[in-house]
């Protein structure tokens, strides 16, 4: 059974400051990994998408890393703002058929960032 | 191009009542996928449809069903309300597959809170 754990539970940064998310899941078997962010009482926004196959994924200030053999993920934010404050979730998919669509999250990342 | 919507947005109901809440994925997205998340369990994974069939289904009691229709929306129903069904219902449509990308890249609504009292 997969299961994905994200460290730490939460984060307080200043404004201004580089940061690493940490995601690390148990069955390296997986097709993909999405990272989200999820404001209070909100949906889940996606914000990286990386294929089992890729290293990294680049959005604007968000790079994410795989590193399938060991059965990590970091989500880097670049140049923090408060308006990156939010719960910040991974979820791995599977390489099985019946659950390809179906995602296994992590309990997310707390983060705030501070003026 | 419209995002994945769901209704309604808040609900408030009674042990033992029932519910019925909806979700219209994004245009052309015929896989609808249903996620419950509370303090306690996190997300976690209630049922997939895809073209009107269920495709996968998660560890929750027969009192959870959906379905879909031709159109793609889907709806769930939580039968016998209990206290421990309040929740953020989340609805994900699936990106369409392209040849050569196949993604499954999911794009989640909203959600709907539901409260039982």
């Known amino acids: 059974k997969q299961e994905v754990t994200q460290i730490p539970a939460a984060l307080s940064v200043p404004e201004g400051e580089n940061l690493v998310l940490n995601c690390s899941f148990t069955?390296?078997?997986?097709?993909?990994l999405q990272w989200f962010r999820q404001d209070p009482g909100k949906g889940l926004t996606s914000l990286l998408l990386?294929?089992?196959?890729?290293r990294e994924q680049t959005s604007g200030r968000l790079n994410a890393s795989l590193d399938k053999s060991s059965g990590r993920s970091t989500l880097y934010i670049a140049a923090s703002q408060p308006g990156d404050s939010a719960t910040y979730l991974c979820?791995?998919?599977?390489?099985?058929?019946?659950?390809?669509?179906?995602?296994?999250f992590g309990s997310g990342t707390q983060l705030t960032v501070l003026p | 191009k419209a995002g994945v919507t769901q209704t309604p947005r808040y609900l408030i109901k009674t042990r033992g009542q029932q519910v019925t809440l909806s979700c219209s994925p994004i245009?052309?997205?015929?896989?609808v996928s249903w996620y419950q998340q509370t303090p306690g369990q996190g997300l976690q994974f209630l049922f997939e449809?895809?073209?009107?069939?269920?495709?996968n289904k998660g560890n929750f009691p027969g009192r959870f069903s959906g379905r879909q229709f031709s159109n793609s929306r889907s709806e769930m129903n939580v039968s016998t309300l209990e206290l421990g069904d309040s929740a953020l219902y989340l609805c994900?449509?699936?990106?369409?597959?392209?040849?050569?990308?196949?993604?499954?890249?999911?794009?989640f609504g909203p959600g709907t809170r539901l409260t039982v009292t």
């Open positions: 979820a791995v998919r599977r390489i099985s058929s019946g659950s390809a669509r179906q995602l296994t």
């Open positions: 069955d390296s078997a997986i097709y993909n």
């Open positions: 245009s052309g997205h015929r896989s």
């Open positions: 990386i294929q089992s196959s890729q």
């Open positions: 449809y895809f073209s009107e069939t269920q495709r």
């Open positions: 994900a449509s699936s990106s369409p597959a392209r040849p050569g990308l196949v993604t499954y890249e999911q794009y």
